[in-house]
């Protein structure tokens, strides 16, 4: 056997994320987006000096329909760069249930250990047809995820014994003011999934009122649970995340940011109170994490990181 397949520190770094999920402490993963182009991107750089705070990197599949690296080939990149342990995107809209299988066989191979699926965002553009495929849809592609886990992949619409198991520990995205989100999250639980993530968030209340309404219909979410956060310098960068993400902001908190003599600064101040409310709310009922997106702004990245953190 090559002796890649033994290196020390790639086994080292494999279920770091897991094991974190696993002790008694509080999550926190960060996001990075793959280039444009054939380049690493300047985000590693700034990462690596907040890198210990952090217990895992996230890398987008291809976000809001636009090219971007290989989020599979981006993590290895990022794990092998920082020493961290990553969780590479993958998304149902771009290919068909061949081609995933390959690319989560691959992603193994490469010492990759985590995935995080979703069913992606609708394709954009100029484009008179633009088309998606969806072949599977994220619930689905768990459950494929874990019967590779098992040594059997689908193959013509049967399920193949491969040689090997694959050993992947699985995220789904969760919705919290979205219908019928305590129906959707049953039925992935109950599918596989391991640990889910949220969009960014700016209203604690909707995420209190989803773990309510969990709650009156019986739903136990005993998967950890992380927060989406996302610092922004502007009011500009702010309307823009939120038009994307179609998400709204307490009328009391755009006033509270309007009226700071620093935007960014209170911005943070507003994410590390929200996260500070729902620790306090749903631990230790429910295991609580965050996970930042600063969408390039590492600068504020690092400052949110370093407030949940207790620095």
């Known amino acids: 056997m090559p002796s890649y397949f033994r290196n020390e520190m790639i086994v080292k770094r494999q279920k770091m994320f897991r094991k ?83 690319d989560i066989l691959g992603a193994h191979l490469l010492g990759i250990r985590n995935l995080f699926i979703i069913g992606g965002d609708k ?49 789904g995205a969760i919705v919290f003011d979205r219908k019928n989100e305590v129906k959707i999250i049953s039925e992935k639980i109950e599918a596989g999934f391991d640990f889910f993530q949220s969009q960014i968030t700016f209203d604690n209340k909707k995420v209190l009122n989803f773990f309510q309404e969990a709650e009156k219909e019986g739903l136990v979410i005993n998967k950890p649970v992380l927060i989406g956060l996302s610092p922004q310098p502007s009011e500009k960068a702010l309307n823009r995340v939120l038009k994307f993400l179609h998400a709204e902001i307490p009328e009391q908190g755009l006033s509270r940011l309007k009226c700071s003599d620093d935007f960014a600064e209170e911005l943070i101040i507003m994410c590390s109170e929200i996260a500070d409310e729902l620790k306090s709310a749903l631990s230790p009922k429910y295991k609580i994490g965050f996970h930042v997106m600063p969408l390039g702004h590492d600068d504020l990245g690092r400052k949110i990181v370093e407030e949940l953190r207790g620095k």
């Open 20 to 102: 974190r999920l696993k002790e008694n402490a509080t999550p926190i993963t960060y996001e990075i987006w793959s280039p444009r182009g054939c380049q690493v991107n300047r985000h590693l750089q700034a990462v690596s000096d907040f890198k210990d705070k952090l217990d895992a990197i996230n890398i987008p599949d291809n976000p809001l329909s636009t090219l971007r690296i290989s989020s599979i080939a981006y993590a290895k990149i990022v794990m092998e760069c920082l020493k961290v342990d990553v969780i590479p995107h993958i998304n149902c809209r771009d290919r068909n249930l061949l081609a995933l299988q390959s």
């Open 123 to 171: 394709p954009a553009g100029k484009r008179e047809k633009p088309k998606g495929v969806w072949e599977v849809i994220s619930t689905e592609l768990c459950k494929v995820v874990k019967s590779l886990n098992k040594g059997f992949a689908y193959d013509n619409g049967k399920l193949t014994k491969i040689d090997g198991k694959t050993d992947f520990f699985v995220g």
